[in-house]
């Protein structure tokens, strides 16, 4: 099979001493002694071959005041807005030393940008996964990295879970298939190839290396998004605030991208119209770049108080909604994909107070507070309409629950201690409603946070609690705790 390399990026960290693995370099006999010293020529004869095209000795011998070493240490200290001496002070070496990525900076930088896929709609998935964090986290990380250029562009971002994915995400060490090895802890930590077939836009994480959540370690997050920028086709930025910096760093502003990258962003793919200022620079906090605060969203499923805002069916699959995040768990399956909605549904950057799933027309109904969006297979469906298309009164601006019964072809729509029937068949609320709660549902005393139903019941989620409900007899049969459905 023909592999195109035509663009990849390589997080790296350049270090001397005993651990740099770089060729012996004899140096030349007529050159006068150079000031600086031998392991920093060497760090930095290595560094501009591979960042900016020094071409190597035949013999591994360095000219170190040959005019093309000095004006390749020239170009690389203007991409780094340093002053353009052409001698390796202590502050181009101290960015020579810096964790970055392996693109070269100067001939392949441009503004205008490289390739692109050929569509807005980007498959991703994950293959290998870390020994350092849970699957869930990485799930969570990665997609989150994924959002971060959903939000500022027209791309949406859909899992997969099969090999024919656009970008393959991995966590390999050593060598791994694809000419680009990696180098064990303290060197390497990442690569990412350009849009295209075979290898193109996948993204290689090093194993080796300590991938944390936090601002410890290596930041998954943060390494990932930058590395997607790539994967999408984005070239690197000499701009410190921009994401494509070359250099990697663990602090950032909780918004990761600059307006440069948003313009570049949207310079391969078409923009959005009446884009947001969040997706700019803000000052919200980011869950994931807080420390502490990024385990709880993880941790909290199984928590003993766990409460859900909204419960689904979408097709194979259930849907557990609390403020903007959300779980997915498929029904064959033990798995459990996890993260922001908007990680999922871009178009929806708000909590889901109730949602209902109407099988015969393949369609969900996801409503936040008196408006809903329509979801047909994975998509959602034009702009959210307003609550009082299914009847309501004008009084009535948000539910607690919703539940669609097959066998009824009624959808139920629970707010306080009342509810209402509406006809999916003729698109009408029922004569006679709302009622009241108690009334319908003898046992349910309490406001109902969500519902769902499935195999004959409607299983009421109350608080922490699932009252399982036997529609037909009109009593609570069961009940458990509301996270169980996820495993806890």
């Known amino acids: 099979m023909h592999v195109m390399l035509l663009s990849y990026s390589v997080l790296v960290l350049l270090m001397p001493g005993p651990c740099f693995t770089a060729p012996t370099f004899i140096p030349e006999e007529e050159c006068t002694p150079s000031p600086e010293p031998q392991v920093d020529l060497k760090l930095a004869t290595d560094y501009l071959h591979q960042y900016y095209n020094l071409q190597k000795d035949p013999f591994g011998r360095i000219k170190r005041s040959g005019p093309s070493f000095t004006s390749k240490v020239k170009d690389m200290q203007i991409f780094f807005g340093l002053n353009a001496t052409g001698v390796l002070d202590s502050g181009t070496l101290e960015v020579m030393r810096s964790p970055r990525c392996g693109v070269p900076d100067v001939e392949e930088y441009s503004h205008i940008q490289g390739t692109r896929w050929n569509k807005n709609v980007i498959t991703y998935s994950i293959g290998r996964y870390t020994r350092d964090l849970p699957r869930n986290t990485v799930d969570f990380l990665i997609g989150s990295a994924f959002s971060v250029w959903a939000r500022a562009s027209s791309l949406t971002f859909v899992r997969s879970h099969t090999r024919n994915a656009d970008i393959m995400v991995e966590f390999v060490t050593n060598a791994h298939g694809d000419l680009f090895p990696f180098d064990g802890p303290g060197g390497t930590l990442a690569h990412a190839f350009g849009p295209g077939s075979g290898v193109g836009g996948d993204t290689h994480f090093d194993d080796d290396e300590r991938w944390t959540a936090g601002g410890t370690g290596f930041n998954l997050f943060v390494v990932a998004a930058h590395e997607f920028g790539h994967a999408l086709g984005l070239k690197h930025s000499g701009n410190p605030e921009s994401l494509m910096y070359p250099t990697y760093r663990a602090s950032h502003p909780a918004n990761l991208l600059s307006r440069e990258d948003v313009a570049n962003i949207n310079a391969l793919y078409s923009p959005v119209r009446g884009l947001p200022n969040f997706v700019l620079r803000n000052t919200q906090q980011n869950p994931w770049l807080s420390g502490s605060q990024f385990p709880r969203l993880m941790e909290d499923k199984c928590a003993p108080d766990m409460t859900f805002d909204a419960v689904s069916t979408l097709g194979d699959a259930t849907f557990f909604f609390r403020e903007r995040y959300l779980w997915i768990k498929h029904n064959e399956l033990d798995d459990i994909k996890e993260g922001p ?70 959808t139920l729509f629970f707010m306080h201690d ?47 609690q699932v009252y399982k409900y036997d529609f037909t007899q009109k009593h609570v049969v069961g009940v458990e705790k509301a996270n169980s459905w996820l495993g806890c």
């Open 418 to 464: 009342i509810y209402w029937s509406y006809n999916e068949n003729r698109r009408v609320m029922d004569f006679g409603y709302p009622k009241y709660i108690t009334e319908g549902f003898p046992g349910v005393n309490a406001t109902i946070n969500a519902a769902v139903h499935k195999e004959g019941f409607i299983y009421f989620f109350v608080g922490p």
């Open 341 to 410: 909605i908007t990680n999922f549904m871009p178009k929806i950057e708000t909590s889901i107070d109730a949602a209902f799933w109407v099988p015969r027309r393949s369609t969900a109904y996801l409503i936040h507070e008196s408006m809903f969006w329509t979801v047909k297979g994975s998509l959602v469906k034009g702009k959210p309409r307003a609550l009082s298309h299914f009847g309501f009164p004008a009084w009535i601006q948000d539910v607690d629950a919703a539940v669609h019964i097959v066998k009824t072809g009624r």
